[in-house]
């Protein structure tokens, strides 16, 4: 179960268990019904005593930029309508589904913002949003409504459980893969040919 917390940038010491997944990929075993997170792929943005945060990347809403945009008040300059409104909103996870999270590639100071490596930062501030709008804002990006959170250990226990699969993060499958391919191909950074996953698969 996703914890809850009133900001998600936290600053927090390394988690307890010495496991440290910022930047992986977790991706849902089949044995996973759970109708919030089976057949996702979840990129981990922060882990540390606090818990573990991280963004569903390959579950779509019906929701697109444009209507983002428009419930937001953001008018976006002339040119970017095009390559921008129909871009689909993430269901990042179930904590804080009302706001907006954006992962993108690092450029531009934010308010609230959350460096993960060189080439991902997390930000939960609407002045991205902003900067998007103006034709200034990140070259490559994903928006979610939401985003996961697990207490601390908790991640862990299920890992334990053969719940989740682990694995290095990658960011064309971040940013650049359709968001139907995302899954099978965060299983083959591991090297599995996603048709041979068994629901009983250990976990990596």
């Excluded at 129909?86 to 690092?106: A, K, N, W």
């Excluded at 991902?120 to 070259?139: K, N, Q, R, Y």
Aim: proline share 6%.
């Amino acid at each position: 179960m996703p914890r809850e917390q009133d900001d998600p940038l936290v600053e927090a010491g390394p988690a307890a268990s010495g496991l440290n997944l910022a930047n992986h990929f977790l991706i849902a075993m089949p044995s996973i019904q759970d109708p919030v997170f089976g057949g996702t792929v979840v990129y981990v943005c922060e882990h540390n005593d606090k818990g573990v945060l991280g963004v569903v990347i390959n579950k779509p809403t019906d929701m697109t930029m444009e209507t983002l945009f428009d419930r937001v008040d953001l008018k976006l300059a002339e040119g970017l309508r095009a390559t921008v409104v129909d871009e689909p909103i993430m269901f990042g996870g179930p904590v804080q589904d009302d706001r907006g999270f954006v992962l993108h590639s690092p450029g531009g100071r934010y308010s609230s913002s959350l460096s993960v490596t060189d080439d991902v930062a997390f930000t939960t501030s609407i002045d991205v949003l902003e900067a998007v709008a103006s034709g200034g804002g990140p070259a490559r990006m994903l928006v979610s409504i939401g985003y996961a959170g697990w207490s601390p250990g908790q991640l862990e226990e299920e890992i334990s459980r053969n719940g989740w699969l682990t694995v290095g993060a990658d960011v064309r499958v971040l940013f650049e893969l359709p968001i139907e391919e995302r899954y099978n191909a965060a299983i083959k950074l591991l090297g599995i040919d996603p048709l041979m996953l068994a629901t009983e698969a250990g976990h990596a």
